[in-house]
């Protein structure tokens, strides 16, 4: 009986033996499983952090090679071509257009501000300029614009050697009387770099679009760029300026009158005007011609000139004074085709292109302008023959702009 009852103790004791070996086997290769795939992480981790910083030095040595790429096109670019020795030149392109309300450089405006109703809308390419960039720019009054005089009639002399470009080194100014005053102490737009700098009021900002005002800027014009006008830095409290720079009082004309029924054509033909208009109501456009005429922007010989001298006539039409021979000379018509005839104060008709509207004055002895009619013009091509027939706007933006 006593044996028999040793059996199953020492069976329970194998198993139990069996039992804790098997736990210990399971723990030792759970061990071993845990151990290897922790060995395998710290690896790939290993690798990752090789290849991470590889990458890096990749990324920074990448950097080092496109800067100093760029400072190698730097001196390229500042080293003249010896081989056609043009001079340095950097590559820019236009960012955006300008709608504005004039038409042609005919009576826009000698300075910005001069005109507040002169409107503008600034249009961004958004190939180059998305509209996340004019973000914030609401919030200035106004906004500097850098552009590009792109009618200048003389811009093939860009392309030429410095010694053959016949580039002037003074200019005639208009406050002087047709005086002339070295290009850089003016704001002619004839420049060894036909770059433009103005101010204007930020009226609203549109998606990738600016409505502005107080514009001195032709329809058309390239924009290269603008910034936020600053208060504290960009105004000179005791900036100084040359005397003749303050007579202004010799370009502003006595008065600005309306003939009989200008006001009632005008609001009868808005219907069709306003369509692509910058401005709400016939009167406020009226408001802005007579803004415009309110200072003359007739050329310098044709106000130094007397009413009765000698004009240029072609084809029936006006041209302007026969001594503005040379300022025509690009013009088209042989000389054959011009006549001279002497006509009296006041029966000279002049021509302001705005917004596609031909609109005709006269100015008398005394500086009184009477505005008489308006024509709508169709199509550009007879805004710029008319522009051309009154031989204003060639010598209003071709003489020094201060």
Request: some cysteine; hydrophobic content about 40%; proline content about 6%.
């Amino acid at each position: 009986m006593a044996a028999s009852k040793e059996v199953p103790w020492k069976w329970v004791k194998f198993s139990l033996t069996l039992a804790f070996a098997a736990i210990s086997a399971s723990t030792a290769l759970s061990v071993y499983f845990w151990r290897s795939k922790w060995r395998n992480v710290n690896e790939k981790v290993r690798e990752l952090e090789l290849s991470l910083k590889g990458s890096l030095e990749k990324c920074a040595a990448e950097r080092q090679g496109r800067i100093r790429a760029q400072q190698a096109l730097r001196k390229a670019l500042v080293q003249p071509k010896s081989d056609s020795l043009e001079l340095t030149s950097y590559p820019m392109a236009p960012i955006a257009i300008i709608q504005s309300c004039f038409s042609t450089r005919n009576g826009t405006p000698r300075q910005p501000l001069l005109v507040p109703l002169a409107r503008a809308r600034l249009i961004f390419n958004l190939a180059r300029v998305p509209p996340a960039s004019l973000q914030g720019l609401e919030e200035y009054s106004h906004c500097w614009i850098i552009y590009v005089f792109h009618l200048n009639t003389d811009l093939e002399k860009l392309w030429k050697h410095p010694s053959k470009s016949k580039f002037k080194a003074k200019v005639r100014v208009p406050r002087l009387k047709g005086g002339k005053m070295g290009v850089f102490a003016t704001r002619s737009p004839h420049r060894p770099c036909p770059i433009g700098l103005t101010v204007a009021k930020v009226e609203a900002v549109q998606g990738h679009t600016v409505l502005l005002s107080g514009v001195d800027l032709v329809d058309g014009t390239p924009i290269l760029d603008i910034k936020p006008y600053l208060p504290y830095c960009d105004s000179i409290d005791v900036a100084t300026v040359p005397h003749w720079v303050k007579v202004d009082n010799l370009l502003a004309v006595a008065s600005v009158n309306f003939s009989e029924g200008f006001s009632t054509t005008l609001a009868d033909c808005w219907a069709t005007v306003e369509k692509k208009s910058l401005y709400t109501s016939p009167d406020e456009f009226q408001s802005l011609i007579k803004q415009v005429l309110s200072w003359d922007i007739r050329s310098v010989s044709q106000r130094i000139q007397p009413h009765n001298s000698p004009l240029k006539i072609e084809n029936g039409k006006i041209l302007g004074n026969a001594s503005d021979l040379d300022v025509y000379q690009d013009q088209e018509g042989s000389e054959n085709e011009r006549q001279q005839v002497s006509l009296p104060c006041g029966d000279i008709m002049y021509h302001l292109i705005l917004e596609g509207l031909d609109v005709s004055y006269k100015i008398d002895w005394n500086g009184n302008v009477l505005v008489e009619k308006f024509i709508p013009l169709s199509h550009v091509e007879d805004s710029n023959k008319i522009t051309t027939i009154t031989g204003q706007a060639e010598t209003n933006f071709d003489n020094a702009c201060v």
